[in-house]
């Protein structure tokens, strides 16, 4: 599994970008501090940059070095969540200022998928998350709705040798606040 990742890993640590099966659906991914290569996911999606990103991490533990403060409820809430969960905290850090929504906040995942956390955990660092889709389109399912144009944009290609396994959909998002209020912003 090592190999499987090392051209990703290797793309990530020079500002590419990354076409890959996250732990929803087919996604586009850099590092999260790289601003080049963040413009050039919005240029090939052409979309703009006023909509949010998603930042994945594989551990818990990683949310610290993400958000200025985590709410006490965003623990349990995450750690125990059983389908795939984006958290929208308050304050965000160490990323790219285009990642952080006009307040400053920062949508997050944490992964539980093997394969997507497996990638994650080996760049020692979270990684961004978009569709894999143009602009307006819908998100792909599969790695054959992925339009050519996406394809041919990215740095490189990681799938997952034990296959696509079965059709997933986009996370729940909530939005939390310091004092443990939150919105279902999607459900």
Same mark, same amino acid.
């Given at each position: 599994?090592?190999?499987?990742?090392?051209?990703?890993?290797? &793309?990530?640590?020079?500002?590419?970008?990354?076409?890959?099966?996250?732990? &929803?659906?087919? =996604?586009?991914?850099?590092?999260?501090?790289?601003?080049?290569?963040?413009?050039?996911?919005?240029?090939? @999606?052409?979309?703009?940059?006023? @909509? =949010?990103?998603?930042?994945?991490?594989?551990?818990?533990?990683?949310?610290?070095?993400?958000?200025?403060?985590?709410?006490?409820?965003?623990?349990?809430?995450?750690? %125990?969540?059983?389908?795939?969960? &984006?958290?929208?905290?308050?304050?965000?850090?160490?990323?790219?200022?285009?990642?952080?929504?006009?307040?400053?906040?920062?949508?997050?995942?944490?992964?539980?998928?093997? %394969?997507? @956390?497996?990638?994650?955990?080996?760049?020692?660092?979270?990684?961004?998350?978009?569709?894999?889709?143009?602009?307006?389109?819908?998100?792909?399912?599969? %790695?054959?709705?992925?339009?050519?144009?996406?394809?041919?944009? +990215?740095?490189?290609?990681?799938?997952?040798?034990?296959?696509?396994?079965? &059709?997933?959909?986009?996370? @729940?998002? +909530?939005?939390?606040?310091?004092? =443990?209020?939150?919105?279902?912003?999607? =459900?």
């Amino acid at each position: 599994m090592q190999n499987t990742y090392h051209e990703a890993i290797q &793309t990530l640590k020079s500002g590419g970008v990354l076409l890959y099966p996250s732990d &929803t659906i087919w =996604g586009i991914g850099c590092d999260v501090r790289n601003d080049r290569a963040i413009d050039k996911i919005l240029e090939l @999606k052409n979309r703009p940059a006023s @909509k =949010g990103l998603i930042v994945l991490i594989s551990k818990i533990e990683q949310l610290s070095e993400y958000v200025e403060q985590v709410p006490d409820i965003a623990w349990d809430l995450v750690e %125990f969540a059983e389908n795939p969960l &984006t958290v929208i905290y308050p304050k965000g850090k160490n990323v790219s200022p285009s990642l952080l929504g006009p307040n400053g906040s920062i949508a997050i995942r944490l992964v539980k998928d093997e %394969f997507c @956390k497996g990638l994650i955990y080996r760049y020692q660092r979270a990684i961004l998350s978009t569709s894999a889709n143009l602009s307006g389109e819908p998100s792909p399912l599969n %790695f054959d709705g992925i339009s050519p144009a996406i394809i041919a944009g +990215v740095d490189h290609v990681l799938k997952n040798p034990a296959g696509e396994g079965p &059709t997933k959909k986009a996370s @729940k998002i +909530v939005q939390l606040g310091l004092h =443990g209020d939150y919105k279902l912003i999607r =459900g």
